[in-house]
């Protein structure tokens, strides 16, 4: 498995709902780049799945992304993504939202490092 190379100045990604997002963007998290591309994504019940995928699939090739914040609603929805996902930066960190809950049993990550660690 190759290594990625992260710029020093690394960012974090956020893919959730609006209320997820515009917290994070006033904790000032929020970034756009030169060419104009965002490291979040506000996702509505109109936002496509293909649309999500995408983004998903940006951040986790982008160099400048170090983590990517979901929401675990929007997770559930691209979960097969999120469970081919294999590499370890960007990591994968599942959230909970105002409407739904953090569940540990569905998120992948958890259930990796469980399985890694013996401790089922």
Do not use: W
Not at 63 to 86: G, V
Request: proline share 4%; net charge negative; no cysteine.
């Amino acid at each position: 498995m190759a290594t990625k190379n992260i710029t020093e100045n690394a960012h974090l990604a956020i893919i959730g709902d609006e209320d997820i997002v515009t917290g994070f963007l006033l904790a000032g998290v929020g970034q756009k780049d030169k060419k104009k591309n965002e490291n979040f994504l506000v996702v509505d019940s109109k936002t496509p799945q293909s649309k999500i995928e995408q983004a998903f699939k940006t951040f986790t090739t982008r160099n400048d992304i170090a983590i990517i914040l979901i929401s675990q609603k929007i997770a559930d929805e691209i979960r097969f993504l999120i469970d081919e996902y294999t590499q370890v930066i960007p990591t994968i960190l599942e959230i909970p939202s105002k409407d739904h809950p953090y569940d540990p049993t569905k998120d992948s990550i958890m259930l990796k490092v469980k399985r890694m660690t013996g401790s089922d």
